[in-house]
């Protein structure tokens, strides 16, 4: 079964420096890998997604993630934290009629 | 709308009771995602709606749990003799054709069994 693994569940970075969420996917077959961001008391937002072509995907607000087949990756970065980022983070990949998620990464932003 | 909506958005019940959990998909999409989302065990799949097949339950916890959906777009996913480990809120997701597509969440129906 296809399966994703986050690490470290909550992130703190200063505004202005880099975010960098880590995603790891085990698939048996070619994946097709998903961030989403849920914000408190709300339901999830894609930020981006991979299925094939180009492995760099660029996504809203200013994120971007790198599928790296080779290392099993699909890490989350941002150059430039803002506080608005302030959210949690899940990783998915499909498979087996569903998205498998990780478990998440709660991100704090430190002015 | 042009979102997923989802009610109640919070349902407080007593150990025992049954609930009903409704969702409303995006129009036009045929695939129908129910989630559960709970501390320490975070975002697992419950059950999969796609046109007219079988929906796929492999994701139910126990036989209290049930889902249907009618006409091919509400949704409504009931719990039975509801217990506290029920807990948790509920995440329907809705996407155009299938499990390749972007899926797309509703708010959320929180539930609290006392």
């Known amino acids: 079964a296809q399966s994703v693994t986050q690490l470290g569940s909550h992130v703190s970075v200063s505004e202005g420096a880099l975010v960098l969420l880590r995603c790891n996917y085990s698939s048996s077959v070619p994946p097709y890998l998903f961030w989403y961001v849920q914000y408190p008391n709300q339901g999830l937002q894609l930020l981006l997604k991979y299925t094939t072509g180009a492995t760099l995907v660029k996504g809203i607000n200013g994120f971007e993630a790198e599928f790296k087949k080779s290392e099993t990756s699909f890490h989350l970065t941002k150059p430039s934290a803002h506080m608005s980022d302030a959210a949690e983070y899940f990783c998915a990949v499909t498979g087996d009629n569903r998205l498998a998620f990780g478990k998440g990464n709660q991100v704090v932003v430190i002015p | 709308g042009a979102g997923v909506s989802q009610s109640p958005s919070n349902k ?8 009903e959990l409704r969702c409303d998909p995006i129009s036009g999409h045929t695939a129908l995602y129910w989630y559960r989302q ?19 339950k492999s994701g139910l916890p126990s036989d209290r749990f049930s889902a249907e959906r009618t006409g091919g777009s509400v949704s409504t996913l009931t719990i039975q003799r509801t217990q506290q480990e029920d807990s948790a809120v509920y995440l329907c997701a809705s996407s155009l054709l299938g499990l390749d597509e972007t899926q797309y969440f509703g708010p959320g129906t ?3 069994v006392l």
């Open chain 2, 110 to 112: 929180r539930l609290l």
């Open chain 2, 12 to 19: 407080v019940t007593e150990k025992g009771k049954d609930v």
């Open chain 2, 38 to 56: 709970s501390l320490g065990q975070g975002l697992e799949f419950l059950i999969y709606f796609q046109g007219n097949s079988a929906p796929d």
